[in-house]
């Protein structure tokens, strides 16, 4: 966004471009609805539903823009979708713009917060930080901590679920992977130290290191330790104990809702 809160035109142009190429890819697939799914940085901008009305026109299907609760919902109906369990959940999302946590058990949600805080909000409050030492990181966490200090520990609640683009290239970068396997990251199982771990190998990186190293999306680079940071300092105050990476998300949760109707 630019300064006066309005989405700047060149990233409206940008992402039109894109959501074309991947309209274009679908095709072959022969698909019943195409369905556009607009999240925080569409409800803080000011002009967010004329962004997404211009969207739905160019493209030539529905583009909706999401309310937190909404966001939330499907969240934690695509990334527990599957999982053989009843325990208590937290499911946890660190997104560009917002970061979502919701309890649950089962599949009913019992709370849900939207944190206004995520990788790239985070990158942008340090603006010129590509590489990190450590005085660099501890103003990171300290920012991090910061955001989502209105967090609050639930009893019970000592296992989560990590889906998102942070969570996934941290876990696809932990096997090594050269191309992204989604069948090899969904599923995978760690704990808090195992994720710190594997960020602090990336922090000690050049941001063109970062790249080479996340070849299956180099895009990521520059965020990556901002939306870890995020993802730890969350696990932390919320004191959980083991994790699971899921590849499903918003868009398997909108599959779902969609699917059930």
Known sequence: ?????????????????????????????????????????????RDGRAAARRLEKELGF??????????ARLEFMGATFGLKTNSKITVIDVGGG???????????????ISLETGSVRLKEKFVGMKNYDETGLQKLHVEASRKISKLKYKNGYRMAVLT??????????????????????????????????????????????RKRTLSFDATRADIIVP???????????????????????????????????
């Open 1 to 45: 966004m630019t300064g006066s809160g309005k989405l700047k035109p060149k990233a409206i142009v940008r992402t039109l471009r894109e959501l074309k190429k991947l309209k274009d890819r679908a095709v072959c697939f022969k698909p019943g609805l195409f369905l556009g799914l607009g999240t925080n940085i569409f409800r803080r901008a």
């Open 98 to 112: 917002s970061s979502e946590v919701i309890w649950g058990k089962g599949r009913k949600i019992e709370k849900k």
């Open 164 to 209: 998102g683009g942070t969570a996934t290239t941290l876990a696809a970068f932990s096997l090594g992977q050269k191309k992204y396997k989604q069948e090899s990251v969904h599923g995978l199982k760690a704990t808090p130290e195992k994720l710190k771990n594997w960020l602090e190998k990336l922090s000690c990186l050049s941001l063109r290191d």
């Open 227 to 261: 939306g870890g940071i995020i993802l730890l300092e969350i696990l932390k105050r919320l004191d959980v104990k083991k994790v699971i990476i899921s590849d499903h998300g918003l868009r398997w949760g909108a599959a779902y809702f969609l699917l059930n109707r």
């Open 62 to 71: 529905p583009f909706l823009v999401l309310s937190a609760s909404e966001e």
